[in-house]
Each structure stands twice: as C-alpha cells, then as structure tokens.
C-alpha cells in the first residue's frame, strides 16, 4: 500500500507563494501520475494539476500560470510550487498517487 504525506501547507497572504510537498512510501509510486487536488469548504475536490510519467504538467483554468507541479522520483516526492495566491485557493490540498490520497494539507489566503 502507498502512503502519502503532506507538508509546506498554512497561511499566506494574497499575492503570496507556498509550497507544497508529498512524500511517498510503498511499492506503488511510478510510472503512473502524480495529482494535487484540492477541495474548499461546501465544494467538491477539484483536481488542480496532474504531471504525466513523461512529464507533461496539466492545470486547471483557476491555477494555470501559478501552479507549478513537479515530482523528483529518487526522494519519491511530489511538489506542488503555487504563486501569486489568491483567497479563492484557500482549501485543503490532498495529493495523489494512483489509488493513494493524503491526509490533506490547510491552504489559508487571507489578509
């Protein structure tokens, strides 16, 4: 079973930058996608960005151009670099890795 951790989540003013990190554990880690999805309080998880085993970083509309997602399979980790912050992306963030889902980390942007 694959165990995932996050980090680097907390608070952050509008304008902001964060970083987030996974950490993964467990036989399952590669060649398959790596995600970050997100979910805000009454809505459902959005998927937020997805890199490809080849590499190929997708976003959604509301973070193209901020959101950076990178993995480093060596270390078996997984980052999530997020610029220019806005209150809208306040949400817990959950990474994914296949079948594997995180605890969640706490993004807060506020003034």
């Known amino acids: 079973q694959v165990q995932l951790v996050e980090s680097g989540g907390g608070l952050v003013q509008p304008g902001g930058s964060l970083r987030l990190s996974c950490a993964a554990s467990?036989?399952?880690?590669?060649?398959?996608?790596v995600a970050w999805y997100r979910q805000a309080p009454g809505s459902q998880r959005e998927r937020v960005a997805v890199?490809?085993?080849?590499?190929?970083?997708t976003y959604a509309d509301s973070v193209k151009g901020r959101f950076t997602i990178s993995r480093d399979n060596a270390k078996k980790m997984v980052y999530l670099e997020m610029n220019n912050l806005k209150p809208e992306d306040t949400a817990v963030y959950y990474c994914?890795?296949?079948?594997?889902w995180g605890q969640g980390t706490q993004v807060t942007v506020s003034s």
């Open positions: 994914n890795v296949n079948v594997a």
């Open positions: 467990g036989r399952i880690f590669s060649p398959y996608a």
């Open positions: 890199l490809s085993p080849g590499g190929r970083g």
